[in-house]
Every structure is written in structure tokens, then in C-alpha cells.
């Protein structure tokens, strides 16, 4: 996917000091949906570094200046799990989340896994409707793996309530001429 003036590109080590200040940017527009300590918490660096060293983290660059990012953690080695996408908001409703979203969704499906999942609010009108959007599907609550279950969990310890959260998964199809 195209987005005039954009473009998204696997995470090198020079984009990596630039992703906390999108991180507390983006967080901002939660404010009311999410405990105060969430929006102010940002990712171990350590975090980042392995991410991009793995191929798992994506940065969408305005010209060559970081502007959004998407980040995969593998909670098996069957299971990529969309762990955060942000985008600074000055470079928000441009298309720059899609463009992510759909790039981690096909880089899912020509590395063969089956599903990506990813966990979002529930009742934040641009959370799941847009990843309704993008192909994913609510996973009922009785029918979590252990992986995404221990997710939720965790997401409950920071002070995220369960009720409020909705986890997603989007179907890979895999396309023999695309590439990641």
C-alpha cells in the first residue's frame, strides 16, 4: 500500500531512539479509555532493538523522519501477536495505521503463520472498528489459546479491565508473489 509522502520499511537501530515520543504521542488520544500509568508507559528499548533485529517491527517515515511503527511479539512460535501500533497524531487518518496494519498482515501470510493476533479496546470507536475493517475477528473469550489469555492477563495487571478489551485475529492467506 502507497501513501503519498510515506512510506514503511522494516526498523534500523536509527529509528529506534524516535518510537517512545510516538509511543506517549499516540497514547494521548486514550485519555478517559485507559488508566493514566498506561498512558505513560513505553516499550524496553531491549524490546525494540530485538524486534527490529528479528524482522518484527515496522516503521512508517515521513520523508526519513519516523511518524508511526508497528511491533510483533511472538507469543509461540505459531502464534505473531500485533503487540502495539502507534501513530503520532499529527500524521493520524492519513492512511499511516492502515498501511502498517496491512503490512505486518502480509508479512504474517508469506511467512506462513496462520493467524496474527493483537488485543485492542473494545468500546474506542477507531480500536475495533478499524481493525473490524482490516479483516480481523473478535476471538470469544472461551475460545483463547493460553498465549492470548496470559495477554489479557497481563493487560489486567497494568489496569486494563478484560471488559473493556476485545482480542482480534486476522486469517492469513498466504500469496506466492508477495513479499514482505
Not at 516499550?43 to 518484527?56: E, I, K, N
Not at 515496522?58 to 501513530?87: I, N, R, S, Y
Not at 473494545?122 to 470469544?140: D, H, S, T
Not at 485475529?169 to 508473489?177: E, F, L, Q, V
Amino acid at each position: 500500500m502507497t501513501i503519498p509522502g510515506y512510506s514503511i520499511v522494516r526498523a534500523r537501530r536509527e529509528h529506534l531512539r524516535a518510537l517512545p515520543a510516538i509511543e506517549l504521542a499516540a497514547a494521548q488520544l486514550l485519555r478517559g479509555h485507559a488508566p493514566e500509568r498506561v498512558l505513560l508507559e513505553t516499550t524496553d528499548p531491549q524490546t525494540f532493538a530485538d524486534a527490529a533485529d528479528h524482522g518484527r517491527l515496522w516503521v512508517a517515515l515521513a520523508g526519513k523522519t519516523p511518524v508511526g511503527f508497528a511491533l510483533v511479539q511472538m507469543l509461540a512460535d505459531d502464534l505473531p501477536h500485533l503487540e502495539e501500533l502507534d501513530v503520532e497524531p499529527s500524521h493520524g487518518r492519513r492512511g499511516v495505521g492502515t498501511a502498517l496494519v496491512r503490512t505486518v498482515c502480509k508479512w504474517a501470510a508469506v511467512t506462513g503463520y496462520s493467524m496474527l493476533t493483537l488485543t485492542t479496546f473494545r468500546a474506542v470507536a477507531w480500536n475495533l472498528p478499524f481493525y473490524a475493517r482490516l479483516g480481523f475477528i473478535e476471538i470469544p473469550a472461551a475460545r483463547l489459546r493460553q498465549e492470548l489469555a496470559a495477554v489479557v492477563c497481563e493487560e489486567a495487571s497494568r489496569g486494563l479491565s478484560p471488559e473493556t478489551r476485545a482480542v482480534m485475529s486476522y486469517r492469513c492467506a498466504p500469496s506466492p508473489d508477495s513479499d514482505a
